[in-house]
């Protein structure tokens, strides 16, 4: 039974004290206790005070709140057991912000998992604490194989960065990396966004030699229509044909005589 309770107790039941002393726990806290009887016992049969205990309690409004609690024996002139001071403190909020935080971080961390880019955490030492399954296609790598390892590229904050990536196989790719500061558990870490731009650069490798061709084909065209004699066309055709990517293949021209045949 409960002997004594002081203000800041009895406000945290919401009850009177005189409405909480001399009741069990039973008729109080009847979902909690059971719980707090083998906490109690253990401290009774050990004789070593329990601290640092979390549990619930209920109030009488029917609201759950999270305590710490320290639990000391109580001991008569004897020296014998008799009870318990029992010193507890809502922590409901700190409980809250906690569980809060926890859910916050794994949704974080679904999200960066579920990501089409590749995403890596990689801690200040370069080493690899976490990579997402997209970097299997961009690496030819399985994210475990990855992990604990040098990631091997500066990490440049806030900058957009080229990166060229070696597959195995001597497998060449392209891709941007934008580099965040994040907090990964407790640890300071950098999280890397990669994405892979293997395709798009070589479109625009394939347009930009395109683009030059074309002005290739211009220039052939001006010095063409600017040409005084055959031999003058001829040169001005060849002078432009080293420029024509690819040209894996050495040109000639050569001049016929139409009346000789």
């Not at 609690?69 to 109580?74: A, L, S």
Request: hydrophobic share 40%; with cysteine.
């Amino acid at each position: 039974r409960i002997l004594r309770v002081n203000r800041a107790a009895a406000e945290a039941v919401g009850l009177a004290a005189e409405a909480i002393e001399g009741k069990s726990c039973e008729e109080l806290f009847p979902d909690e206790a059971e719980h707090y009887y083998r906490e109690d016992l253990t401290v009774i049969t050990s004789g070593e005070p329990k601290l640092n205990i979390i549990e619930r309690m209920q109030t009488a409004s029917g609201e759950k709140r999270w305590l710490t609690t320290d639990k000391v024996p109580y001991v008569d002139e004897k020296g014998e057991i008799i009870g318990l001071v029992v010193f507890s403190a809502d922590i409901t909020d700190r409980v809250h912000a906690e569980q809060a935080k926890r859910t916050a971080e794994a949704n974080y961390q679904n999200l960066i998992a579920s990501s089409a880019d590749a995403m890596v955490v990689v801690d200040h030492s370069g080493i690899v604490r976490f990579a997402s399954s997209a970097c299997a296609d961009l690496f030819g790598r399985q994210p475990g194989e990855l992990l604990n390892t040098t990631f091997g590229y500066p990490c440049i904050p806030g900058e957009a960065t080229e990166i060229d990536v070696v597959r195995p196989g001597n497998e060449a790719a392209s891709a941007e990396m934008r580099v965040t500061e994040v907090t990964w558990g407790t640890e300071s870490c950098w999280l890397l966004s990669i994405r892979d731009t293997t395709e798009r650069s070589r479109a625009e490798e394939a347009l930009r030699r395109g683009a030059e061709r074309l002005q290739v084909m211009r220039e052939v065209d001006r010095g063409i229509l600017a040409a005084q004699s055959l031999d003058a066309l001829v040169q001005a055709v060849l002078q432009h044909v080293p420029r024509l990517e690819p040209c894996t293949t050495r040109a000639c021209a050569m001049r016929f005589d139409a009346e000789e045949g």
